[in-house]
Nanobody, 117 residues
């Protein structure tokens, strides 16, 4: 069973930074793409960063220039560096990976990010 484990969330002041990690139980080269999503209370889950096996990266306009997705294949880990955080970035952040062979989507358990003064 594939597992994704997020870490790095917490409470940060507006303008601050956090780095989230998503550690996979298998090689991340097994995935077509790995993405970060977030879900705020009462809102839909939305994608905030995606990186494909071909290193194509996408961000929505709401986080472009502030969030950076990266990966370390040797550690089977994908990161989300979040800078200049805003209160509206407050949400549970989830890691998602799509298996390149079975096309099954896997989700982590989520990590809470709270931006508040």
């Amino acid at each position: 069973q594939v597992q994704l484990v997020e870490s790095g969330g917490g409470l940060v002041q507006p303008g601050g930074s956090l780095r989230l990690s998503c550690a996979a139980s298998i090689s991340i080269t097994s995935f077509n793409a790995i993405s970060w999503h977030r879900q705020a209370p009462g809102k839909e889950r939305i994608m905030v960063a995606t990186i494909t096996g071909g290193s194509i990266i996408n961000y929505p306009d709401s986080v472009k220039g502030r969030f950076t997705i990266s990966r370390d294949a040797a550690k089977n880990t994908v990161y989300l560096q979040m800078n200049n955080l805003k209160p509206e970035d407050t949400a549970v952040y989830y890691c998602n990976a799509n298996d390149r062979y079975s096309f099954v989507n896997y989700w982590g358990q989520g990590t809470q990010v709270t931006v508040s003064s």
